[in-house]
C-alpha cells in the first residue's frame, strides 16, 4: 500500500506541475490545490462536500477539462450529477463557456437529482407510471446498514447511490458499485 501511496503523491505533483498553466486558467479564478488534487483524482468516487460559493462548480468543471484533455473519457462518456436544475444548468453553461475548445462538448450530460429521481424512482412516480419501472428490493439489514437491490441486481447502501445506480444501468451506461 505504501508503494502505491508513494505512486500517487508522486503523480499527482508531476500532473500539478504540468498542467499548472491549464488549472490556473480553466476557470475564471486559478484553482486551489485541494480543488486541483479533486480534478487530478481518479478514484471510484470523488465527493465534493463545501459551503456555497467556495468552488464546486469550478472544480466540477475543471474536472471535466482534465478528463477531456487527458483523454480519460469522451464526453459522451461523462455525466455530472448537479443537485438541481438551477446547479444543472449552471454546469452546461460553465462548461460550454470554459471548455469550448474541446470536440464533442455538448455530448457532456449535465442533470439534476431531483429530474433523475422523478424519472427512476418508483416512490417519486404516480401509480401508472411506476409500473413502467421496474422495482426495487431490499435485503435484512446488515450491522444497521440496509442493503438495496438496483435494477441491475447489484447490492448498495443507500437509496441516494440505488438511484443513480438505477439511472446509469437504464441509459446503458457501465458502471461498478462500490465493493466492501
Known amino acids: 500500500m505504501a508503494e502505491f501511496a508513494a505512486h500517487n503523491i508522486e503523480h499527482l505533483a508531476a500532473q500539478k506541475a504540468k498542467l499548472k498553466s491549464f488549472f490556473?486558467?480553466?476557470?475564471?479564478?486559478?484553482?486551489?490545490?485541494?480543488?486541483?488534487?479533486?480534478?487530478?483524482?481518479?478514484?471510484?468516487?470523488?465527493?465534493?462536500?463545501?459551503?456555497?460559493?467556495?468552488?464546486?462548480?469550478?472544480?466540477?468543471?475543471?474536472?471535466?477539462?482534465?478528463?477531456?484533455?487527458?483523454?480519460?473519457?469522451?464526453?459522451?462518456?461523462?455525466?455530472?450529477?448537479?443537485?438541481?436544475?438551477?446547479?444543472?444548468?449552471?454546469l452546461r453553461e460553465r462548461i460550454r463557456d470554459r471548455?469550448?475548445?474541446?470536440?464533442?462538448?455538448?455530448?457532456?450530460?449535465?442533470?439534476?437529482?431531483?429530474?433523475?429521481?422523478?424519472?427512476?424512482?418508483?416512490?417519486?412516480?404516480?401509480?401508472?407510471?411506476?409500473?413502467?419501472?421496474?422495482k426495487t428490493w431490499s435485503s435484512p439489514t446488515t450491522m444497521g446498514r440496509e442493503n438495496i437491490r438496483t435494477a441491475n441486481g447489484d447490492w448498495v447502501k443507500s437509496q441516494e447511490e440505488r438511484l443513480i445506480a438505477d439511472w446509469l444501468f437504464f441509459h446503458g451506461v457501465g458502471y461498478q458499485s462500490e465493493q466492501d
Open 24 to 90: 490556473d486558467t480553466v476557470v475564471a479564478s486559478p484553482l486551489t490545490d485541494e480543488q486541483t488534487d479533486a480534478c487530478i483524482c481518479m478514484d471510484n468516487a470523488v465527493q465534493i462536500v463545501a459551503a456555497a460559493g467556495s468552488g464546486k462548480t469550478s472544480t466540477m468543471v475543471a474536472k471535466t477539462g482534465y478528463v477531456l484533455h487527458e483523454r480519460l473519457a469522451k464526453p459522451e462518456q461523462i455525466l455530472l450529477l448537479a443537485f438541481n436544475t438551477e446547479a444543472a444548468e449552471e
Open 99 to 134: 471548455l469550448n475548445g474541446f470536440e464533442g462538448l455538448e455530448n457532456v450530460d449535465c442533470l439534476d437529482l431531483p429530474r433523475v429521481r422523478l424519472q427512476w424512482d418508483p416512490s417519486a412516480r404516480s401509480t401508472a407510471e411506476q409500473s413502467t419501472v421496474p
